[in-house]
């Protein structure tokens, strides 16, 4: 009997439910998951595929935890665990103030432990070379004129030498046979074999002196056309290069060689 009983509860309850009737809400949105909205015409092989929604939005977007750090503020109360001494303990010389940088202590620094390697002379000189025969082949080719005075400036403009010209212009003696007629040459210095090889062609070699300011001069007149400014005199060389020149260098750039006066002094009669 009781059995009986139990078992018409149940059937009763499930007739129930399945009776009951759920009217949905005509303002809620319904999502077909095997809706495609841009679906082909007469697509014979079209399948309708479940599309993924993310559930992520912009406004939802967050560092992940622990990627951020705040600063910590020190000497802001005993409170914080970093206030009073603010993290740097009790006396010493780190509590008390900074120290230079490499300072190790009180001894030897590293960078006096270490050897010395090499010297610069600050002295030196560096003059750009360039040979008897580059200048023949040039004067060959029309791009320098032999009746004329050769400067360091026509070696620049006609490409006998590079444009960095940090201390002058050194006349080698390379190619020295193809000098066959006279030239006449102004550069800071010469070896012997060049001078001998223009001299017996009928030429002239002189060794002239230019400062930094005075090669921008002779190198480059416009740039100080261009910046309003006069040229330069020129400069007198240095003690120790006096008898290693011939003369002072002239600006702007000359185009007459200075003739060598090898005549001697007439003595009294």
């Known amino acids: 009997m009781l059995r009986r009983t139990i078992s018409s ?8 439910a399945s009776s009951i009737h759920i009217k949905p809400n005509p303002h809620t949105p319904t ?32 560092n992940n935890k622990g990627a951020t750090k705040q600063k910590t503020r020190k000497g802001r109360g005993i409170g914080s665990g970093k206030g009073k001494t603010a993290g740097r303990g009790h006396k010493g010389q780190k ?7 490499g300072f190790e202590g009180g001894q030897t620094p590293l960078r006096r432990r270490m050897p010395k390697r090499g010297f610069k002379n600050p002295f030196s000189l560096e003059f750009q070379p360039v040979g008897l025969g580059k200048i023949a082949r040039l004067i060959n080719a029309g791009k320098i ?16 030498i590079g444009k960095q010209i940090r201390d002058g212009v050194r006349l080698m003696g390379r190619g020295a046979e193809q000098i066959q007629w006279p030239i006449h040459l102004e550069v800071s210095r010469v070896t012997v074999r060049a001078k001998e090889a223009v001299e017996a ?3 002239s070699v002189r060794k002239v ?21 006069l040229l330069p005199k020129a400069a007198r060389p240095p003690p120790k290069q006096m008898d290693k020149v011939d003369s002072i260098g002239r600006l702007p750039a000359p185009t007459k060689p200075i003739p060598f006066s090898t005549a001697a002094s007439a003595s009294p009669a």
């Open 9 to 16: 509860l149940i059937s009763n309850s499930i007739r129930n």
């Open 31 to 62: 999502i077909n998951l095997f809706h495609n909205p841009f679906p082909k015409p007469n697509d014979p092989f079209r399948v309708d595929s479940i599309r993924g929604y993310s559930l992520l939005s912009l406004n939802d977007l967050r």
């Open 95 to 101: 509590a008390r103030g900074t120290h230079k940088f």
């Open 145 to 160: 004129d032999s009746s004329e005075l050769i400067t360091m400036k026509t070696l620049k403009d006609t490409g006998a």
């Open 201 to 203: 062609a009928g030429g």
């Open 209 to 229: 002196y230019y400062n930094k300011l005075g090669f921008r001069a002779l190198l480059k007149p416009e740039w100080f056309e261009k910046k309003g400014r």
